[in-house]
């Protein structure tokens, strides 16, 4: 078993920033690909962004790229998600995943999610 917890939510304006952490214990965290998928009222669960075991091979979904930023800490335990130039179509429940593909779906594992609110 994998658990998952995230933290960092909150409100924002559009054009600001937020980071997202999630801490993860359980199995050998380094085994596997971790990701960040969002879900907003009345919407499906969608990709965010995944990194590989080593953290050196990153994908987004194009609705974020080169706006966040997926990182890990293999030491600690940890996925970050940096989130820039906000805009009120982020807004969503953001959750932490673990995926042993990395070119998997990231539904191996999930957290309970951190909300994130862009106010226009």
């Known amino acids: 078993q994998v658990q998952l917890v995230e933290s960092g939510g909150g409100l924002v304006q559009a054009g600001g920033s937020l980071r997202l952490s999630c801490v993860v214990s359980?199995?050998?965290?380094?085994?596997?690909?971790m990701g960040w998928l969002r879900q907003a009222p009345g919407k499906e669960r969608e990709f965010v962004a995944a990194?590989?075991?080593?953290?050196?091979?990153?994908r987004y979904a194009d609705s974020v790229k080169g706006r966040f930023i997926i990182s890990r800490d293999n030491a600690r335990k940890m996925v970050y998600l940096q989130m820039n130039s906000l805009k009120p179509e982020d807004t969503a429940v953001y959750y932490c995943?673990?995926?042993?593909?990395?070119?998997?779906?990231?539904?191996?594992?999930w957290g309970q999610g951190t909300q994130v609110t862009v106010s226009s």
């Open positions: 995943a673990a995926d042993e593909n990395y070119w998997g779906t990231l539904d191996d594992y």
């Open positions: 359980g199995r050998t965290f380094s085994n596997y690909a």
């Open positions: 990194i590989n075991l080593s953290g050196l091979r990153t």
